[in-house]
Structures are given as structure tokens and as C-alpha cells.
């Protein structure tokens, strides 16, 4: 250990490390306490429900949200590494075209050893979408500039929102409660600026004493969020890959064997209640499909969030590896988990047995 | 269902966008790169296959030319064998050619001997009878007539000779 402290290089990053920890500390939300508090940015509103990218609808009933244009986000850069991927295929394959055959070749491999050689190539498409759309939208939601750049919903638009409900519910709205950020500028562009850990007001001193020049308050609503922290896209997903392990079952089993795993009326009342089992087994398969994805990576944009919130610059570092890590082990057990079903959904039960 | 976001629309979207990226893969991911794949283990496959044909060629011709060098041998070690048992016999001919001259030559001799043996025997016994006439008329001083005197010779010569060969 004294060895390698004599090291002049290690010793250089050792004192660069605790100097950015230090200024880390004192800026974050720990040494706001203490008259600093310098670097932080206040903890972001966090909701489960994807916000809305503009305040009005742009279709009757459809508004975009961050989600779907991270989703769309991913789609595109899929899209391109795979139109580069392909282009130009040569026999010895090479770069991008190399790292895709490697990941196709392992899942071929895996979908062999799992559903057999002829039911692989069948389940291949779907187990390999799911794998790297999963992958590629967690990865891209890590990035900088997912979940800081965006529009700022006015003051006056959440006053205005929390009076409606109060009203609707009968009550009086508490704007006490409701806590608003403060911004530098007035763009259609907000970022979450540095140093503005203790810029937040609440709505009641907004409306009692308004806001300085050239500030704004309000709630920043990013253009960008992680497409895996909104139920829908999970939901989505769970929902075509069960309905494709039910359609593949249904076209090798016929329909009669495979609705009769769930609804036996011959062989006895048991039979009857293992079946209706298996069928609420099937609805609670969708459940955790969507559940696990979405509470993972949600969690997981918390955790950086609140990372950055306590300890800016450098906290967020090796939580940044393990969301590139917990998004690919996602990724990967959503893939598998499809892979098995639409297995044993194919597998007579004859061959079951074995 | 509200509370965690969940609604209609952007259910629909996620689903049509997955929708989407499922059918752009498979035009631009799955079928290039399994193809390529499919292509490239058949071509394994093939040059195995091939690698294996040539080897089992090689292993054939390998045995042939075996088979060829021990024909070779085996003629050779007849061709030898053969020329040894020629030479045999020639020298055995040889031997046997010299060894009749030999003994002709030999018996030749023994006659030749034989011969000269008796010549000079024959010369001696007329030299001798001769000779014991004279000194027999010495001693006797007395004269036969010839043809006695030549029968009595005989008679002793043969009496000698005859004692003399037995």
C-alpha cells in the first residue's frame, strides 16, 4: 500500500479524487447545511407517471410524453446501428457487424438449449427485440441530459391544476405543500441549473410574494425520461410477449389442448382448480413482466437522482455502473423469462413430463 | 391505474412502437445476419467435409504407394534370390566340369605310367634274359640249342614274373 502511494500517478489521482470528493460534499445537498451547497440541484419532482412534453395536447386525448420520445430515441438508434450493422456484410465479420452476430449467435445458442433447434429460429425475433430494445433504452437513460433538460410548467399552470382537484374533491387546496423550483430565464428550454439546492419556494409564498426579475418558479418537465420508468412501455411489452407465447402455443398444441390447460372440466373438480390457477398464473406473469422492468429501472433513476442530490459530481459515479448493469441483467431476465414461457407454452405435456 | 400513469393512448403507442422496432430488426437485423450465419456454417461445414475427403485421399494414396514399394521389394528379393541360385549352379557346374578333367586327366596319367612301366619292364626282361644267357653260357660252358635255351628262359622268366606279381 505505501508502495504504491510513492507512485507518482497514483498519488495524483488519489489527491484529484479527494479534492472533487471534498467539493462533492461540500456542494451537495449535505453541505447546503453548512452554507454551501454550491453544485447541487434540488431533488427533481419525481412522479411514476410519464410527463407530458407540452402542456396541451397535440391530437384530441394524445398528448406525447418523455417516455415515448425516449422509446422513439432508442428505436432510432437501434435503427442505425443495426442499418450500419448489415450494410455491409463480409464473411469475416468486423466492428458493429461483429458485435451483433456475437449477441445473435448467444441468443441462438441459449434458444437451442432451451425451446430446441427447430422452436429457436421461431422465438429468436421476438426474444432478441425485447432484449435489446430493453437494453438500449436503459442504457440511453443514464446519459446526461435525460431528466435535466426540459420545459418549465409554470407556477401559475400548477396553481391553477391543484385548485381544480381541491375543488372536484371538495376541499381547499394546500399550497403550502406544493414545492416549486426556481429558474434562471425564461425560454421554452429549462436545465436544472447548479447551486440551486435551496432555490425551491413552495406555492403559497409564490402567490403571497411572486418572484424575483428575471426568475421563474415552477416544475421542470423533462423531454427526456428512461423508457423503462413508465408502465406503459413495460406493460406493452409484457403484453406482446405473452400474447405471442399464447399465440405460439395455441398454433403448435392446437386450440383445444392449449386453452385446456386452463379450463379442464373432464378430469374432475382439482383439475378444474389447477386450471383456473394456471390462468391467473398467466395474468400474474404479465403483472411481474411489467412490475419488475418498470420498478427496477425507476428505482434506479431515483437512486441517481438522489445521488446527485447528496453528493454531486462523484456520487453518482459507481451507481451509474450499476445501472448500466441492473439495465442489462433486466434486459436480460425479460428476454429469458419470455424465452421460457414460450417454451413450455409449445412443449406438449407429454414431453413435460421428462 | 391512473396514479401509475397507466392509459389507453400511450399504451397503444408503446405497443405500436415495439410493433415497429420488431418489424425494422427483422428486415434489418435477424434476416441479414442469420442468413449470414446459416451461410457461413454451411461453408464450415463444407471445407470440413472437403478437409476430410482430401485427408482420406491422401490415406489412400499413401497405402498404394506402400503397397507399390513392397511389391518392388518383394520382386527385387526374387530377382536376387534367383541370380544367387543361377550362380549356384554355374558354380557347381564349374565344379563338377573341373573335377571330371581332373580325374580324366589323372586316369590318363595312371595309363600313361602304367605304360612306360611296362615298356620298361619288357625292356629290362630282354636285357636281362640277354644278359643271363651269356652268363649263364659262362658258367655252364656248354651250348644249347637255341630254342631250348630260349624255353628254359621263358620258363624262368615266367616263374619270376609270376612270383614277382603275386
Do not use: C
Request: glycine share 8%.
Amino acid at each position: 500500500m505505501g508502495k504504491l502511494l510513492r507512485k507518482p500517478k497514483v498519488a495524483i489521482v488519489l489527491v484529484v479524487f479527494l479534492v472533487v470528493f471534498i467539493i462533492g460534499l461540500a456542494g451537495g445537498a449535505l453541505g447546503d447545511k453548512f452554507g454551501g451547497g454550491f453544485l447541487g440541484s434540488p431533488l427533481p419532482h419525481l412522479q411514476l407517471a410519464a410527463e407530458k412534453v407540452t402542456a396541451e395536447p397535440q391530437f384530441p386525448g394524445f398528448t406525447v410524453t418523455n417516455t415515448m420520445i425516449a422509446t422513439w430515441v432508442a428505436i432510432a438508434v437501434l435503427g442505425i446501428l443495426t442499418f450500419f450493422a448489415t450494410r455491409r456484410m463480409t464473411e469475416v465479420p468486423r466492428g458493429l457487424q461483429n458485435l451483433f452476430e456475437a449477441v445473435i449467435e448467444y441468443f441462438i445458442h441459449l434458444a437451442e438449449t432451451i425451446a430446441g433447434h427447430e422452436r429457436a429460429r421461431t422465438f429468436l425475433p421476438l426474444v432478441l427485440t425485447i432484449f435489446l430494445f430493453i437494453v438500449t433504452a436503459n442504457w440511453l437513460g443514464v446519459l446526461p441530459g435525460f431528466g435535466t433538460i426540459g420545459r418549465v410548467e409554470t407556477a401559475d399552470q400548477i396553481i391553477h391544476h391543484a385548485e381544480e382537484k381541491a375543488e372536484k374533491d371538495g376541499e381547499a387546496a394546500n399550497l403550502a405543500t406544493i414545492e416549486l423550483h426556481v429558474f434562471d430565464g425564461d425560454g421554452g428550454v429549462a436545465v436544472q441549473s447548479f447551486g440551486s439546492v435551496g432555490e425551491t419556494i413552495t406555492a403559497e409564498e409564490y402567490e403571497h410574494d411572486g418572484i424575483e426579475e428575471g426568475k421563474r418558479a415552477g416544475i421542470l418537465v423533462p423531454f427526456l425520461r428512461s423508457a423503462n420508468t413508465d408502465v406503459n412501455t413495460t406493460l406493452a411489452i409484457a403484453l406482446i410477449a405473452m400474447v405471442m407465447v399464447h399465440w405460439w402455443g395455441l398454433r403448435t398444441l392446437g386450440a383445444f389442448n392449449h386453452l385446456g390447460k386452463y379450463f379442464s372440466f373432464k378430469r374432475g373438480a382439482i383439475w378444474f382448480m389447477v386450471g383456473i390457477l394456471e390462468a391467473i398464473g398467466e395474468v400474474a406473469r404479465i403483472i411481474s413482466f411489467t412490475f419488475r422492468l418498470f420498478g427496477n429501472i425507476f428505482a434506479g433513476e431515483v437512486l441517481l437522482a438522489a445521488m446527485a442530490f447528496l453528493l454531486p459530481l462523484i456520487g453518482i459515479v459507481p451507481f451509474l455502473g450499476l445501472e448500466l448493469f441492473v439495465g442489462l441483467i433486466q434486459a436480460f431476465i425479460f428476454s429469458m423469462l419470455t424465452l421460457v414461457f414460450a417454451a413450455s407454452a409449445t412443449a406438449s405435456h407429454g414431453a413435460e413430463g421428462h | 391505474m391512473e396514479a401509475l400513469g397507466i392509459n389507453l393512448p400511450g399504451l397503444i403507442t408503446q405497443i405500436v412502437s415495439f410493433l415497429i422496432l420488431f418489424g425494422l430488426l427483422w428486415m434489418v437485423l435477424y434476416r441479414p445476419i442469420t442468413r449470414m450465419l446459416d451461410q457461413r456454417s454451411a461453408k464450415i461445414k463444407e471445407s470440413l467435409e472437403t478437409a476430410e475427403k482430401v485427408r482420406e485421399e491422401s490415406a489412400k494414396s499413401k497405402a498404394d504407394m506402400q503397397k507399390q514399394i513392397d511389391a518392388a521389394r518383394t520382386e527385387g528379393q526374387a530377382l536376387i534370390a534367383q541370380a544367387r541360385e543361377v550362380a549356384d549352379r554355374f558354380r557347381d557346374e564349374e565344379l563338377a566340369k573341373a573335377r571330371t578333367e581332373i580325374q580324366a586327366a589323372r586316369v590318363r596319367a595312371e595309363a600313361d605310367i602304367k605304360r612306360e612301366r611296362d615298356a620298361a619292364i619288357e625292356d629290362l626282361r630282354r636285357e636281362f634274359a640277354g644278359m643271363a644267357v651269356s652268363a649263364a653260357e659262362k658258367i655252364v660252358e656248354r651250348s644249347l640249342d637255341k630254342n631250348t635255351h630260349k624255353d628254359l628262359i621263358d620258363k624262368v622268366l615266367k616263374e619270376s614274373s609270376t612270383v614277382r606279381r603275386s
